[in-house]
């Protein structure tokens, strides 16, 4: 007979996917989310074999179990002592830069017991017995009396404690996540990006990279969730549709579970550098929990009678019903997101054995939610000033985390932006895993950097330098960047506005150098077929207009009450500098609804020094004109 | 000059009055220090411009180039994108309209959109054409569609033909009855419309070069020899009209048998359908037969290239003879007279042959119409006794 082979041991009959086999990772406090690149080459947020996508960063050891994930979430209910969870924030940082005042239902963090100012977590296993010798079939001359072919029964697990450095916990669940992405792609993972938060130093960074080695993983960059972003909104195919330039100003709103990271990002032709940065670990879905959590308790002990203090929970018993409550309020959260009806939120067996089943509807949440969105709100506000800008700037809202995808959130915050500024809610991209769903956005940012940077060849000195400016804190990094608007100012008789003409902005503020930019416009020509045009330098700026609100006959009996005033916002343009102006003859023209017309195609090119060439021609091969203006000595 | 921006604006004409104003030499202001986030392509296509040292142009030219070999190698390795020619073809009215019903009578190359290769389409290509068929005409697809989402009846189509392609016996016999070829069939020029063309040598080419072709698929010995071209050698020729008086054909005519009545299960009923189907096999398969070799018979009588060699063998042997006989004028004679009485021979055994044939077939005929009527008779006998 000839030689079988064991099933799925054959080769696969064709290609499977020419795609890398890279991932990426958003490995976030709380959770981190896995994507791989599809058969399109487009970047995809798997679930793991729970079927989740959003992992819980947690590690439980029960017994001889060690569970990852959401598993080891539900063991903070009756198992705490020995689950694993927070541990992100603590890489790289030594014991004594922990602060240690924080109340935890998990295992805490102790110092290592051998290594030197290491922080350590210390669980309860079962270690199993060592699986005993088999017995030999062939019975040696010495065999005792009693051999027996019965094979030897394990003994019993001993229990034992385990101490596990932040470092290990970390090589544990990266190796399983990594393990869930190859069982999905059925490929060995050759290398994985990971975000990162903006925080992170040079520390952190190398205790990450190390614990992703110890998985086994090449780690191809470590990526700032900013950057993460950026990928992930700037590669979509651009559609139609589409209001938003190539050039903009992104605000990335990071509200994950244990904390908030606001970055003010300048996003041209998908060049980013980030204006300003803040973290806040005030508020979070943790706040938003605890409110949830608060509320329902608060009717629990109005329907049962019964009194239930959570958060902060002193008894035992509280503590025990605030877990529950916690895990419970998880897929609240998520009903509401998803639709807009009420969401329920049920356990058994709160306390004292009385089961509980709340609703509560999007109204009532976000008037429960509305401190931590002013909040948010607030911190945008300082974001936005402490980069010398205005809230009206700001062109593009991006989420990210699960707590972001609140639709409340979204709305308190486009309160104050300008009403064009586009949203993953306004642009409808959240829901069905669209580009801006908050969940997943890191995770397929994060893949499809990976993808990029394995077709980064290592062949020359100078493709090895290309590969070098992706480490962090590389010299190509540090960049130019131009701090005025450059435009071209089309005169216009009897203009109406204060600039004395059609104003079209080429290159704009913060536009990282060298750099190109192109135009291409209708023209009307007017008598003696000449077209010329000015090129300005020009000042953006906000108008704030406060005017009191239009009075109300029956407002008069309420004088005391203190008289708001109603701000509005107008976007304001300021010529600073004249540049040049360039003339052409306009050979090609065509007429269009009775008036000529030619088609314009300028070009602006701004070198690192800030020197600036402009070319000017006619579409279809008519007359050129260049100029050069030299840079600032 | 890539990343145009397109500006849905249109400027003012510029006013007469409008002189440009002096260059003050004034420059851009002062640039500022920021810290790239390295990530995205954009940072990519930046960094490779620094280390290479490339203008804007020059990267673009670069990426063009990058873009089109990647675009080269993707296509050489055929990865899922190369469907091996099947291409798209456009779906008539008619065709659409389809009665699966009558599937018998469907082209099933042009149901899956492979009318342009017919029995040349290999078992991948049918596999590809397929699919692509499916995926655009499955029933699930027009779910949403308006109009009558019930209408799957294409599709039904679709699935008869794939199960006549796919399987190798089946799609043998729809190959020997393809209804294109079929029609191909008949317009084969008479002697008369090749000797009456104004360059009837070069007609003949034209005219018989693509029927053997086609019916070169028939046979069981592959390859076949191809007509060639008029400087044939004569063993080419020989060799050639060799092959096709001796064609082995597995053409076969199972596909146009009657359905057995499918209500009755009359066992006679069956047999006797089987029994018409097999002899109306059996005539078709000599019709074809008979049909081949009377196109060759045609073939052999326009052939230029025989007449060519008949020239050239009579020269070689003049020639052979006038040495021997020394151009002995009564030898000419002789030779033309045994010739021409050989001709004669030739012709009159022609005929023979050809009154014999008409007489078998008169005869096959005869046999054929005796048999019948004996039958008829029988049968009115049997219905007078049971009457």
């Given at each position: 007979?000839?030689?079988?082979?064991?099933?799925?041991s054959?080769?696969?009959?064709?290609?499977?996917?020419?795609?890398?086999?890279?991932?990426?990772?958003?490995?976030?406090?709380?959770?981190?989310s896995i994507?791989?690149?599809?058969?399109?080459?487009n970047a995809?947020?798997i679930?793991?074999?729970d079927?989740?996508?959003?992992?819980?960063c947690?590690?439980?050891?029960?017994?001889?179990?060690m569970?990852?994930?959401n598993?080891?979430?539900?063991?903070?209910?009756?198992?705490?002592?020995?689950t694993?969870?927070?541990?992100?924030?603590?890489?790289?940082k030594?014991?004594?830069?922990?602060?240690?005042?924080?109340?935890?239902?998990?295992?805490?963090?102790?110092?290592?017991?051998?290594?030197p100012?290491?922080?350590a977590?210390?669980?309860?296993?079962?270690?199993?017995?060592?699986?005993?010798?088999?017995?030999s079939?062939?019975?040696?001359?010495?065999?005792?009396?009693?051999?027996?072919?019965?094979?030897?029964?394990r003994?019993?697990?001993?229990?034992?404690?385990?101490?596990?450095?932040?470092?290990?916990?970390?090589?544990?669940?990266l190796?399983?996540?990594?393990?869930?992405?190859?069982?999905?792609?059925?490929?060995?993972v050759?290398?994985?990006?990971?975000?990162?938060?903006?925080?992170?130093?040079?520390?952190?960074?190398k205790?990450?990279?190390?614990?992703?080695?110890?998985?086994?993983?090449?780690?191809?960059?470590?990526?700032?969730?900013?950057?993460?972003?950026?990928?992930?909104?700037?590669?979509?195919?651009?559609?139609?549709?589409?209001?938003l330039?190539?050039?903009?100003?992104?605000?990335v709103?990071?509200?994950g579970?244990?904390?908030?990271?606001?970055?003010?990002l300048?996003?041209?032709?998908?060049?980013?550098?980030?204006?300003?940065?803040?973290?806040?670990?005030?508020?979070?879905?943790d706040?938003?929990?605890?409110?949830?959590?608060?509320?329902?308790?608060?009717?629990?002990?109005?329907?049962?009678?019964?009194p239930l203090?959570?958060?902060?929970?002193?008894?035992?018993?509280?503590?025990?019903?605030?877990?529950k409550?916690?895990?419970?309020?998880?897929?609240?959260?998520?009903?509401?997101?998803?639709?807009?009806?009420?969401?329920?939120?049920s356990?058994e067996?709160?306390?004292?054995?009385?089961?509980?089943t709340?609703?509560?509807?999007?109204?009532?949440?976000?008037?429960?939610?509305?401190?931590?969105?002013?909040?948010?709100?607030?911190?945008?506000?300082?974001?936005?000033?402490?980069?010398?800008?205005?809230?009206?700037?700001?062109?593009?809202?991006?989420?990210?985390?699960?707590?972001?995808?609140?639709?409340?959130?979204?709305?308190?915050?486009?309160?104050?932006?300008?009403?064009?500024?586009?949203t993953?809610?306004?642009a409808?991209?959240?829901?069905?895993?669209?580009?801006?769903?908050?969940?997943?956005?890191?995770?397929r940012?994060?893949v499809?950097?990976?993808?990029?940077?394995?077709?980064?060849?290592?062949?020359?000195?100078?493709?090895?330098?290309?590969?070098a400016?992706?480490?962090?804190?590389?010299?190509?990094?540090s960049?130019?960047?131009?701090?005025?608007?450059?435009?071209?100012?089309?005169?216009?008789?009897?203009?109406?506005?204060?600039?004395?003409?059609?104003?079209?902005?080429?290159?704009?503020?913060?536009?990282?150098?060298?750099?190109?930019?192109?135009?291409?416009?209708?023209?009307?020509?007017?008598?003696?077929?000449?077209?010329?045009?000015?090129?300005?330098?020009?000042?953006?700026?906000?108008?704030?207009?406060?005017?009191?609100?239009p009075?109300?006959?029956?407002?008069?009996?309420?004088?005391?009450?203190?008289?708001?005033?109603?701000?509005?916002?107008?976007?304001?343009l300021?010529?600073?500098?004249?540049?040049?102006?360039?003339?052409?003859?306009?050979?090609?023209a065509?007429?269009?609804?009775?008036?000529?017309?030619?088609?314009?195609?300028?070009?602006?090119?701004?070198?690192?020094?800030?020197?600036?060439?402009?070319?000017?021609?006619?579409?279809?091969?008519?007359e050129?004109?260049?100029?050069?203006?030299?840079?600032?000595? | 000059?890539?990343?145009?921006?397109?500006?849905?604006?249109?400027?003012?004409?510029?006013?007469?009055g409008?002189?440009?104003p002096?260059?003050?030499?004034?420059?851009?202001a002062?640039?500022?220090?920021?810290?790239?986030?390295?990530?995205?392509?954009?940072?990519?296509?930046?960094?490779?411009?620094?280390?290479?040292?490339?203008?804007?142009?020059?990267?673009?030219?670069?990426?063009?180039?990058?873009?089109?070999?990647?675009?080269?190698?993707?296509?050489?390795?055929?990865?899922?994108?190369?469907?091996?020619?099947?291409?798209?073809?456009?779906e008539?009215?008619?065709?659409?309209?389809?009665?699966p019903?009558?599937?018998?009578?469907?082209d099933?190359?042009?149901?899956?959109g492979?009318?342009?290769?017919?029995?040349?389409?290999t078992?991948?290509?049918?596999?590809?054409?397929?699919?692509?068929k499916?995926?655009?005409?499955?029933p699930?697809?027009?779910?949403?569609?308006?109009g009558?989402?019930?209408?799957?009846?294409?599709?039904?189509?679709?699935?008869?033909?794939?199960?006549?392609?796919?399987?190798?016996?089946?799609?043998?016999?729809?190959?020997?009855?393809?209804?294109?070829?079929?029609?191909?069939?008949?317009?084969?020029?008479?002697?008369?419309?090749v000797?009456?063309?104004?360059?009837?040598?070069a007609?003949?080419?034209?005219?018989?070069?693509?029927?053997?072709?086609?019916e070169?698929?028939?046979?069981?010995?592959?390859?076949?020899?191809?007509?060639?071209?008029?400087?044939?050698?004569?063993?080419?020729?020989?060799?050639?009209?060799?092959?096709?008086?001796?064609?082995?054909?597995?053409?076969?005519?199972?596909?146009?048998?009657?359905?057995?009545?499918?209500?009755?299960?009359?066992?006679?009923?069956?047999?006797?359908?089987?029994?018409?189907?097999?002899?109306?096999?059996?005539?078709?398969?000599?019709?074809?037969?008979a049909?081949?070799?009377?196109?060759?018979?045609?073939?052999?009588?326009?052939?230029?290239?025989?007449?060519?060699?008949?020239?050239?063998?009579?020269?070689?042997?003049?020639?052979?003879?006038?040495?021997?006989?020394?151009?002995?004028?009564?030898?000419?004679?002789?030779k033309?007279?045994?010739?021409e009485?050989?001709?004669?021979?030739?012709?009159?055994?022609?005929?023979?042959?050809?009154?014999?044939?008409v007489?078998?077939?008169?005869?096959?005929?005869?046999?054929?119409a005796?048999?019948?009527?004996?039958?008829?008779?029988?049968?009115?006998?049997?219905?007078?006794?049971?009457?």
């Amino acid at each position: 007979m000839a030689a079988t082979k064991a099933n799925g041991s054959a080769d696969a009959p064709i290609e499977v996917s020419s795609a890398p086999a890279v991932i990426g990772i958003n490995f976030g406090n709380s959770y981190a989310s896995i994507a791989v690149l599809n058969k399109e080459e487009n970047a995809d947020c798997i679930a793991n074999e729970d079927g989740e996508r959003q992992i819980a960063c947690a590690i439980a050891f029960h017994g001889e179990e060690m569970y990852i994930g959401n598993q080891a979430k539900h063991q903070l209910v009756k198992n705490s002592q020995n689950t694993i969870i927070g541990f992100r924030n603590l890489l790289g940082k030594k014991f004594s830069e922990i602060p240690a005042d924080k109340p935890t239902n998990s295992a805490p963090v102790i110092q290592h017991p051998d290594l030197p100012d290491t922080a350590a977590y210390k669980v309860q296993v079962l270690q199993p017995a060592p699986t005993p010798l088999p017995t030999s079939k062939v019975t040696s001359a010495a065999a005792t009396p009693s051999a027996s072919n019965v094979a030897t029964p394990r003994s019993e697990p001993t229990p034992t404690t385990r101490i596990l450095t932040v470092s290990e916990v970390t090589t544990i669940f990266l190796k399983s996540l990594v393990q869930s992405a190859e069982d999905f792609l059925g490929r060995k993972v050759h290398g994985v990006v990971i975000t990162i938060p903006t925080w992170f130093g040079d520390e952190q960074k190398k205790a990450l990279e190390e614990a992703a080695k110890d998985a086994g993983v090449a780690v191809l960059q470590l990526l700032e969730e900013a950057g993460a972003a950026v990928v992930a909104t700037t590669s979509a195919p651009r559609s139609d549709k589409d209001t938003l330039g190539e050039d903009r100003t992104q605000l990335v709103v990071d509200l994950g579970a244990s904390g908030l990271e606001l970055s003010l990002l300048s996003v041209r032709q998908g060049l980013a550098y980030s204006l300003a940065t803040l973290s806040d670990h005030t508020v979070g879905g943790d706040a938003i929990d605890d409110r949830l959590i608060k509320f329902f308790a608060k009717e629990f002990t109005k329907k049962t009678k019964t009194p239930l203090t959570v958060a902060p929970a002193t008894e035992p018993q509280d503590k025990r019903a605030e877990a529950k409550l916690r895990l419970a309020v998880e897929h609240t959260k998520r009903t509401l997101s998803a639709s807009t009806g009420a969401a329920t939120c049920s356990v058994e067996s709160l306390k004292d054995g009385l089961d509980f089943t709340g609703a509560i509807n999007r109204l009532r949440f976000d008037m429960e939610m509305r401190p931590i969105y002013d909040h948010v709100y607030k911190q945008v506000q300082v974001l936005a000033s402490s980069a010398g800008l205005d809230l009206y700037d700001i062109d593009e809202v991006v989420y990210v985390g699960g707590s972001a995808s609140l639709p409340g959130l979204d709305e308190a915050l486009a309160a104050g932006l300008s009403e064009d500024v586009v949203t993953p809610f306004t642009a409808g991209t959240v829901v069905g895993g669209g580009v801006g769903d908050p969940t997943t956005l890191l995770a397929r940012g994060a893949v499809l950097q990976a993808k990029l940077l394995a077709t980064l060849g290592e062949g020359s000195a100078e493709e090895r330098e290309v590969k070098a400016a992706f480490a962090p804190g590389h010299a190509l990094q540090s960049v130019k960047a131009t701090t005025r608007t450059l435009g071209l100012l089309f005169p216009e008789e009897g203009a109406e506005n204060a600039l004395g003409g059609q104003w079209v902005p080429v290159v704009l503020r913060e536009t990282a150098l060298p750099a190109r930019r192109a135009v291409r416009l209708d023209v009307e020509v007017g008598e003696g077929a000449r077209v010329g045009f000015e090129v300005w330098e020009a000042k953006e700026g906000v108008k704030i207009t406060k005017e009191a609100p239009p009075k109300l006959e029956g407002d008069e009996d309420e004088e005391d009450e203190e008289e708001e005033e109603i701000e509005t916002k107008e976007k304001t343009l300021e010529k600073e500098a004249f540049l040049a102006a360039l003339t052409l003859e306009a050979h090609k023209a065509r007429k269009v609804d009775g008036r000529l017309r030619t088609t314009l195609e300028v070009q602006f090119l701004v070198n690192e020094a800030g020197g600036l060439a402009i070319t000017a021609v006619e579409a279809d091969g008519g007359e050129k004109v260049t100029l050069a203006i030299a840079p600032a000595s | 000059m890539s990343h145009v921006v397109e500006l849905p604006v249109v400027a003012p004409p510029t006013p007469a009055g409008w002189t440009p104003p002096a260059t003050t030499g004034q420059s851009i202001a002062p640039v500022v220090e920021r810290k790239l986030i390295p990530a995205g392509p954009a940072y990519l296509a930046h960094v490779k411009r620094a280390v290479h040292q490339l203008s804007f142009e020059e990267h673009d030219k670069h990426a063009e180039e990058e873009r089109k070999r990647l675009e080269a190698l993707n296509g050489a390795n055929g990865n899922g994108e190369d469907d091996l020619g099947v291409g798209d073809e456009p779906e008539g009215e008619d065709l659409l309209s389809l009665d699966p019903k009558e599937w018998k009578k469907q082209d099933h190359y042009a149901v899956l959109g492979l009318s342009h290769l017919r029995y040349k389409a290999t078992d991948e290509q049918i596999k590809i054409a397929h699919r692509k068929k499916v995926l655009k005409h499955h029933p699930d697809k027009k779910a949403g569609v308006a109009g009558d989402s019930n209408d799957d009846a294409f599709f039904k189509c679709i699935q008869k033909a794939m199960e006549v392609l796919s399987n190798p016996e089946k799609r043998r016999q729809f190959d020997s009855v393809d209804p294109f070829y079929e029609d191909l069939e008949q317009d084969v020029p008479t002697e008369k419309q090749v000797k009456s063309h104004k360059n009837p040598d070069a007609y003949f080419f034209q005219v018989f070069a693509p029927i053997f072709e086609r019916e070169a698929r028939f046979s069981r010995v592959q390859p076949v020899p191809m007509l060639g071209a008029v400087d044939a050698t004569k063993e080419e020729v020989e060799g050639f009209y060799d092959f096709w008086y001796n064609f082995d054909s597995w053409r076969s005519f199972e596909y146009l048998d009657k359905e057995v009545n499918e209500g009755s299960d009359s066992r006679d009923d069956k047999r006797y359908t089987e029994k018409k189907n097999k002899s109306e096999r059996a005539r078709r398969k000599k019709e074809d037969t008979a049909r081949l070799r009377g196109l060759v018979d045609l073939a052999l009588g326009l052939d230029p290239r025989i007449k060519r060699i008949k020239q050239e063998e009579k020269a070689a042997r003049e020639a052979k003879k006038q040495k021997k006989t020394g151009g002995a004028a009564n030898g000419v004679n002789q030779k033309q007279k045994e010739e021409e009485e050989k001709k004669r021979a030739e012709e009159e055994a022609k005929k023979k042959e050809e009154e014999e044939k008409v007489a078998r077939a008169e005869a096959k005929k005869a046999k054929a119409a005796a048999a019948n009527a004996a039958k008829k008779a029988r049968r009115a006998a049997r219905a007078d006794g049971e009457a």
